[in-house]
């Protein structure tokens, strides 16, 4: 099948979960009026894996190229604006008990010679302020539960996440979606039928219907009904660095004043999210099954909240770590938690989602849906999961807990990849991180300025040592004008809460 061949080609996309229709709306988009017919079916019975509140600015990106407003989709679904992330309890290091992984913002170029300086120094075991949340406005925001939309006169860009009512991102994407005329098929698929070459023909569904297609998205959640089940793609488990496979939901109730950043709290035998929506706040803790029971991680949330069991009821998960082989294989191109997860710790799903359907897309407009452009691409998002499986590999291997055998596990794991060492070895060895990681060309999803901010917020440093009274590198940057600075920037913002008034 090609785009330059005439007649209609169809498309058909198994599952609508926000993968399912994340796909759906990028394909409709690009293709309408191009001889594409998309068709996609889910099983209500089955029914969606209903978690998934946080983004990164991707799904900004997204909304915007499919012309999506943010006064239209964000009230519809309880959505939030996000400055980032904190990490709270993951280190026992005296100060660093607690960071934040910042968005970026264009101001930042202001502040990051002093941060990079100063987290520099330190590593050479000078005294200078290095934790990096005096360094970011968005920090500065998140701290101050401001949204971060800025007011018309300050012309700096800041980037952002959201955070959203899964279910109602499904719907809202569903009904916009069929009212471009995506077909939309409510059944269970219960057979997938092959060709001779073994492609996938056509589905059958427990009503009896048959759907044919040309082309197959596997958007069926971890099942991965086509790509793994049907055509046998094989998965590769992240288990040996990534050790949680289970999490447990328990949202509570909404506070007036609404926070603007996902907090990440570790736990006895994982971490515990915390996502404030304009309804409600989704918690949920997620944790390794062979280190604590479901009912043992519960009681260890409920006790958190300070929730009774009576209070609310508490939904418990599965999660499959890991990715695919080939993420597009024969006619069938998988996309969501049928790919592959990464734990969510930096909440990356949506992002890898995204990145695989537009470069999907991408792929097929400049080469058809030839196997040369198939293999590059399966190599690229492969590539995407192993430098996010990096990422959030780091935050185990840096935690300094010794209160469980989990965490005394994490820490001392030595299967991580060449690049997590090698950007490691770069850190402890003082050397520069951003030029190390240029010369030595390690690729990875994440910037410097991020690396940069996971490695000194857990005070990856060594100890201070003794040092000349005066030392230029210590009177380099000063902070109070740092401080000032990003207090005057984050004048120019008002609160979340006003921010969501549309
Ligand atoms: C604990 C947890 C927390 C998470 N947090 C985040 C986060 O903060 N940020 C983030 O980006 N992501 C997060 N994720 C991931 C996110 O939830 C998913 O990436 C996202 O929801 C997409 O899921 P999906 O559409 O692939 O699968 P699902 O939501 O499971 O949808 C699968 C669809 O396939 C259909 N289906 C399956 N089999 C059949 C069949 N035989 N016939 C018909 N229909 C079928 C189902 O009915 C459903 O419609 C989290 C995941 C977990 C487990």
Not at 59 to 78: A, H, Q, Y
Request: contains cysteine; proline residues 3%; hydrophobic residues 35%.
């Amino acid at each position: 099948m090609s785009l330059d061949r005439q007649g209609n080609k169809s498309i058909v996309i198994l599952g609508g979960g926000t993968a399912g229709w994340i796909a759906a709306s990028a394909m409709i988009d690009r293709w309408a009026g191009k001889g594409f017919d998309i068709t996609l079916v889910e099983s209500p019975e089955i029914g969606t894996v209903g978690v998934g509140e946080g983004s990164t600015p991707r799904l900004k990106v997204f909304f915007d190229t499919i012309g999506v407003r943010e006064s239209d989709w964000m009230p519809k679904c309880n959505a939030t604006y996000k400055n980032g992330i904190s990490f709270a309890n993951w280190s026992t290091r005296a100060g660093f008990e607690r960071y934040f992984h910042p968005f970026g913002s264009q101001v930042d170029r202001h502040t990051l010679t002093a941060f990079y300086f100063n987290t520099h120094a330190r590593r050479q075991g000078i005294d200078v302020p290095a934790h990096p949340d005096r360094f970011f406005l968005t920090a500065k925001l998140a701290e101050n539960r401001q949204g971060p939309k800025a007011n018309e006169n300050f012309p700096f860009i800041v980037e952002y996440g959201y955070h959203f009512d899964a279910q109602l991102v499904g719907e809202y994407l569903k009904e916009r979606a069929k009212a471009l005329n995506v077909k939309h098929v409510q059944a269970k698929v219960s057979e997938a039928k092959l060709t001779s070459n073994g492609d996938i023909a056509s589905l059958l569904t427990d009503t009896g219907d048959t759907i044919e297609g040309d082309f197959f998205v596997d958007c069926s959640g971890f099942r991965g009904t086509l790509i793994q089940q049907t055509l046998q793609v094989p998965f590769r488990s992240f288990a040996e660095n990534l050790f949680n496979d289970s999490a447990v939901v328990l949202p509570t109730n909404q506070v007036a004043d609404i926070g603007s950043e996902t907090v990440s709290t570790a736990m006895k035998y994982g971490w515990a999210w915390e996502i404030p929506l304009t309804h409600r706040i989704g918690n949920g803790y997620v944790y390794c099954s062979s280190h604590c029971s479901a009912d043992g991680a519960e009681t260890e949330l409920r006790t958190a909240l300070g929730l009774l069991d009576s209070d609310t009821e508490a939904r418990h998960l599965k999660m499959k770590v890991g990715r695919v082989e080939q993420h597009w294989h024969k006619n069938c191109l998988a996309v969501g938690l049928s790919q592959g997860f990464i734990e969510p710790l930096e909440a990356t799903a949506l992002n890898i989602v995204c990145n695989t359907v537009y470069d999907f897309v991408e792929t097929v407009e400049a080469e058809g849906f030839a196997s040369r452009g198939r293999d590059r691409f399966n190599e690229r998002t492969n590539s995407a999961f192993e430098k996010v499986r990096d990422y959030i590999v780091a935050h185990y291997i840096m935690n300094t807990r010794d209160d469980t055998d989990y965490w005394r596990q994490n820490g001392a794991n030595k299967n991580v990849s060449d690049t997590l060492r090698q950007i490691l070895q770069i850190w402890k060895t003082g050397k520069n991180l951003g030029q190390e990681m240029e010369r030595l060309q390690i690729q990875s999803s994440y910037s410097a300025m991020s690396w940069h901010c996971l490695l000194a917020g857990y005070g990856f440093y060594p100890d201070i040592r003794p040092m000349p009274a005066v030392n230029p590198a210590t009177s380099q940057f000063n902070m109070a004008e740092i401080d000032e600075f990003i207090r005057r920037c984050s004048k120019n913002f008002r609160s979340q809460n006003e921010q969501l008034r549309f």
